[in-house]
Nanobody, 122 residues
Framework: QLQLVESGGGLVQPGGSLRLSCAAS????????IGWFRQAPGKEREGVSC??????YYVDAVKGRFTISRDNARNTLYLQMNSLKPEDTAVYYC?????????????????WGQGTQVTVSS
């Protein structure tokens, strides 16, 4: 059984950086498409970045600022977040799917972490 646990969230000033981690256990992430999603108060959950089988997606709002990556040795997924803006404030979730995903839609991902809060504020 795949389990995912996010960490690395917190309070950061605009323009700052955070690196979110998603530790996987039970199954190697090599077998999965993976993604980062976020949900701000009053908004729908949206795909931030997804990666699988050679295709990488970033939502327009984070292009050039966020980078998704994997550390296969540690079976961990990362989201490097630079030049953070107040509108990035949300609960961030990592997720995985055993099927190749060509889109980054929450409904296509079945395994989820518990979420980690990111707050960007002065």
């Amino acid at each position: 059984q795949l389990q995912l646990v996010e960490s690395g969230g917190g309070l950061v000033q605009p323009g700052g950086s955070l690196r979110l981690s998603c530790a996987a256990s039970g199954v190697s992430l090599d077998y999965y498409s993976i993604g980062w999603f976020r949900q701000a108060p009053g908004k729908e959950r949206e795909g931030v970045s997804c990666d699988g089988d050679g295709a990488t997606y970033y939502v327009d709002a984070v292009k050039g600022r966020f980078t998704i990556s994997r550390d296969n040795a540690r079976n961990t997924l990362y989201l490097q977040m630079n030049s953070l803006k107040p509108e990035d404030t949300a609960v961030y979730y990592c997720a995985a799917s055993p099927w190749v995903q060509t889109m980054c839609r929450p409904r296509d991902f079945g395994s989820w972490g518990q979420g980690t809060q990111v707050t960007v504020s002065s």
